[in-house]
């Protein structure tokens, strides 16, 4: 069988590529193999470390040109490079361009090849778009996808027509069958593995630690270099040696220099021929790759017998090195654990030995070579029957009945936490969890709770009662603290740590809780049931994290340790007999005086808990006003509204069309609705919702709702401006008039969504000055001009009205977001700009002589008057009308690292008004599951009817 293998870069060595031609050299005894790269990083001449494995390359990168002579010539060739890749998006990879577009295209198209193995997700584009129909495709993926990210996007749109895909961790195993279903292709496990023949073994009497690694970013070589500083300066006689090379080889060397470390830290490049006698001159094997998912050079320091010091990264370091008996890991990031741990393998020798022993003896499963035979026969078997068609057309059905239609999965998998004990103890009581409770889905690599009204706050709610029940049913003193975070925090006295875990393996036993271990840094260093927690009693740890994983029925929204309640142990001061510290910091400091230890009670989701009295004050930064939310919406389908739309439109002589003609154009994408809900997950602190409309009201919309109302345009205007209006313009320049209306609120269009839990504090300072987010848009330096856009022509009207009263050009405008703003500030607008105000108000449609005051004006006016302040905020942004940004929603739904987002839909796009309608009729409903207490009949409205969801404070 004739097998080829596409890879990015094939001489550069790392891991990576050293797994695959260790794969393909073995392939190679009894097929005909071939290695394809992309690109050519180096100019020397490189040798196939498989003799029988024959490798071609096709760009090289260094010269930007095309490697066959009858390609692009040198500068046609570093033109096409300086394009864009048109199949492999930058955000993907950004390493690719048109001119290996065309090179790839090429290769693939003449591919003489039976099964194609790809090896990256950017590379899986190019197969999906290129490679021959008969050619069966094997996904091979070097990287973790549990990671996320848009580098897996190709993944979600191109893995279904892959024939198969092989997993070099298990550990990914979860991640593809969750997030695809029953759309998922065959998996099978193909993990890297050690050769026969002998390997020297370490005698761990040397003073070196070995590092292998390419040396780019995401190896973590600078933070290894910060974390041997610290070791350096207790273990002088100590050596750091790093075998590798890579894009950032120089920076690191300087790095190394300019920290004064040039004695004790030796780089010696690529020596991928001699890496086993390196292994062999090592004590102690050093890996801070922020993920690994092959784990080669992990399996060959330990056949050598060297145990580990690594970061807990995903996926292959926990599967390849057993925390405890064949090295130690340290949370990801954190170097000050991580130079703890080199110290204590130093200072050990007992436990070095012992682990090299145990490593040694761990290594012996690492030689079975990957089933790739038992696999490709079967892929063969199936095409030749005809079955390979049918199965990839189901896949693929199955996929998009579920996928939604904006690119993807609807339902991308949250990954396993890292820190998870993936024991046969933990597995069983999991699936004994799951067989007894029919409410308990598997979800993220955990057993969840299916809920349907339930928002992250009520869980964060849920997960405090949780633990203050474990707390009181065993008598053990605590009290609630307050930080930053929205979830909870209790404190408990560190002599009291052993009790509280025994209460917690007590209180949560055949419960489908979790518990994580935490570090100083507050992350998980290990992940299990709570049942277990009896099982880290001689465990010193600062904290641990109790939660109940819960996921929506939909499957898109899943709600874990982020939202679990934080058991942090309090100790008394060494330094100082009068206070009590905390490993984590409190709105009030993490040392506090004993004599401040006053409890009183605080009630929380409405239950009474104790806190101190400090935390019951209204601290500094504390936002204790009210703030409302104001939308203004119109249903652009209603043929009455319409109606009154021409009447104004033909009395202006502007062309109209039926009204009832131009009313089925439209749908109802419902997105006020979704942005109500976004509220009420994300943001249950606001007070009132106003909706600000011209005689209309949605259909789902419970007006009966205190906390809603409904307010037409005749409120707001009175006896100013000229009704109907259909300029916006006109509308917010209103919206201060709303009568009961807070000082502070928040304006909202209904494109715009709340996209994870936010504090009032995001918006507003405790003083009470509002904060504005600024766009690097600027506005042209020009006249007002019948070309502008109106809002770019208001724009223009503001920086007029601001540079005469204040003597400022205004520059940028602002972020699609919601607008913090101040009736006070909006009142002030009218008293100083009535002239530009009441024109604005009588432009019944958008109009030259307009000011945007919500979206712009105030925020100037505010902040050269001392009440607004530039804040920041992550807002995403997606034109639903243009193809190349819809492919973004994604990247928000699987993601969720926003604090806000906005879909908007300009009329210049590519995409028509049905695809539109379809896809928000599949995103919206994914990112925001849980249906709003204002949705008339929903299961939470039922609920606030019932007297049973608790009012803010939460």
């Known amino acids: 069988m004739k097998v080829a293998f596409l890879l990015t870069q094939a001489d550069v060595m790392g891991d990576a590529e050293r797994t695959l031609f260790q794969h393909a050299s073995e392939l190679a005894t009894r097929h005909e193999v071939q290695v394809v790269s992309v690109f050519k990083a180096r100019r020397r001449r490189f040798t196939a470390p498989g003799p029988r494995v024959a490798v071609s390359f096709l760009v090289e990168s260094l010269q930007s040109r095309a490697v066959r002579r009858e390609g692009p010539d040198a500068a046609a060739g570093a033109a096409l490079a300086a394009l864009p890749s048109e199949v492999v998006e930058r955000r993907w990879d950004d390493r690719f361009h048109r001119l290996a577009d065309i090179e790839v295209e090429y290769a693939l198209r003449g591919l003489d090849a039976d099964v194609l193995v790809v090896t990256s997700p950017a590379l899986l584009a190019y197969a999906a778009r290129f490679a021959p129909p008969q050619t069966m495709t094997v996904y091979y993926g070097t990287t973790a996808p549990e ?63 070995l590092l292998v690694a390419r040396l780019e970013k995401q190896s973590g070589v600078a933070e290894a270099l910060s974390a041997w500083a610290r070791v350096l300066e207790h273990r002088p006689t100590w050596t750091l040696r790093i075998i590798g090379d890579g894009p950032l080889a120089r920076s690191l060397v300087g790095k190394r220099d300019q920290m004064a470390l040039q004695g004790s830290v030796q780089f010696v490049g690529e020596a991928p021929a001699v890496v086993a006698e390196e292994w062999a001159k090592a004590s102690i094997a050093l890996s801070t790759a922020e993920e690994d998912a092959v784990g080669l050079s992990l399996m060959e320091a330990q056949a050598a017998g060297v145990p580990v010091v690594a970061y807990d990264s995903p996926n292959a370091v926990r599967e390849v090195v057993a925390e405890g008996r064949t090295g130690l890991l340290t949370a990801t990031g954190d170097t000050e654990a991580l130079a703890s741990a080199l110290l204590h393998m130093i200072d ?88 007894r409770d029919a409410s308990l889905a598997r979800a993220g690599g955990q057993v969840c709770r299916v809920v349907q009204a339930e928002t992250p706050f009520d869980i964060v709610h849920a997960n405090l009662r949780i633990v203050a029940d474990a707390l009181e049913a065993a008598r053990i003193p605590y009290f609630v603290s307050r930080t930053n975070k929205v979830r909870h925090t209790v404190a408990v006295h560190a002599s009291l740590r052993e009790e509280t875990l025994k209460s917690l393996a007590e209180s949560c036993r055949d419960q489908a809780v979790y518990m994580a271990v935490l570090n100083g840094a507050d992350q998980a260093v290990a992940t299990t049931l709570a049942g277990f927690a009896t099982d880290h009693l001689r465990t010193a740890c600062p904290g641990v994290r109790v ?36 490993s984590y910091r409190t709105l009030i400091g993490s040392r506090i005086p004993k004599s401040a230890l006053l409890r009183e009670p605080t009630v929380l989701g409405g239950r009474r808990y ?64 979704y942005s109500f809900r976004s509220l009420d ?18 259909q789902w919309l419970d007006v009966s709702h205190p906390r809603v109302r409904v307010v037409d345009h005749t409120e707001i205007f009175g006896s100013e ?20 209306l807070a000082e502070h609120f928040l304006y909202f269009n209904d494109d715009v969504f709340a996209a994870r839990a936010v504090l009032p504090s995001l918006f507003f300072l405790g003083n009470g000055q509002s904060k504005h987010f600024m766009s690097s848009n600027a506005i042209p330096m020009s006249p007002v001009s019948s070309l502008d856009e109106f809002s770019r022509m208001a724009a223009k009207n503001n920086r007029a009205l601001v540079s005469g009263m204040f003597g400022r050009t205004l520059v940028n405008s602002f972020i699609h977001a919601p607008h913090p703003l101040r009736r006070s500030v909006m009142y002030d607008l009218e008293k100083y700009f009535p002239d530009a105000l009441r024109a604005t108000a009588h432009n019944q449609l958008r109009d030259s002589t307009d000011v945007s005051v919500a979206s712009s004006l105030h925020h100037y006016f505010g902040y050269y008057t001392g009440r607004s302040v530039p804040g920041s905020i992550t807002s995403g942004f997606v034109n639903v009308g243009l193809s190349e940004q819809v492919k973004n929603l994604n990247h928000l739904l699987a993601s969720r690292s926003n604090d806000v987002f906005c879909l908007n839909d300009f009329h210049d796009g590519d995409i028509s008004e049905d695809e539109q309608d379809a896809t928000l009729a599949a995103f919206l409903p994914s990112y925001f599951p849980i249906a709003s207490q204002f949705e008339a009949g929903s299961p939470r409205n039922q609920l606030f009817h019932a007297g049973r969801l608790p009012a803010w404070p939460l």
């Open 348 to 435: 050990n020798s007992e436990m070095r030995a012992a682990m090299g022993d145990a490593a040694v003896e761990a290594a012996e499963r690492f030689r079975r070579p990957a089933p790739w035979d038992d696999l490709f026969t079967a892929l063969d078997a199936d095409r030749r029957s005809g079955r390979r068609a049918e199965e990839r057309a189901r896949r693929v059905a199955a996929h998009a009945l579920v996928s939604g239609v904006f690119g993807g999965a609807a339902s991308v998998a949250t990954a396993v936490p890292q820190s998870t004990q993936h024991t046969r103890k933990l597995a069983t009581a999991e699936e004994r969890l799951l067989k």
């Open 681 to 698: 997950m994300y943001a249950p602190w606001i007070r009132n919702i106003y909706v600000v409309t011209d005689r209309q009201v949605p």
């Open 610 to 673: 104790p806190t101190l009295q400090a935390f019951n004050q209204t601290l500094h930064h504390d936002v204790d006003f009210p703030v409302d939310a104001v939308y203004t919406w119109v249903d652009g389908a209603d043929v009455a509204w319409l109606e009154r739309k021409n009447a104004v439109l033909a009395a202006k002589g502007v062309e109209t069309e039926d009204a009832a003609t131009s009313a089925a154009r439209f749908r109802n994408r419902d997105e006020l609705r």
């Open 721 to 740: 401006g000229a009704l109907p209006t259909y300029n916006s313009h006109a509308i917010e320049s209103r919206l201060h008039h709303i009568e009961g």
């Open 147 to 209: 990671t996320g990210g848009p580098r897996v996007e190709p993944l979600l749109r191109h893995i279904t027509r892959c024939d198969a895909v092989a997993l070099p961790r298990a550990r990914s195993r979860e991640w593809f069958t969750e997030t695809f279903g029953q759309g998922v292709p065959p998996l099978v496990d193909a993990p890297p593995f050690l050769d026969d023949g002998f390997r020297p073994r370490s005698t761990l009497q040397t003073r070196m630690v």
């Open 547 to 582: 939660y109940q994983s819960a996921v929506t029925q939909s499957r898109t929204l899943r709600l874990g340790a982020a939202y679990g309640c934080t058991v942090a142990f309090w100790d008394d001061d060494p330094d100082d007999d009068e206070c009590i510290v905390s």
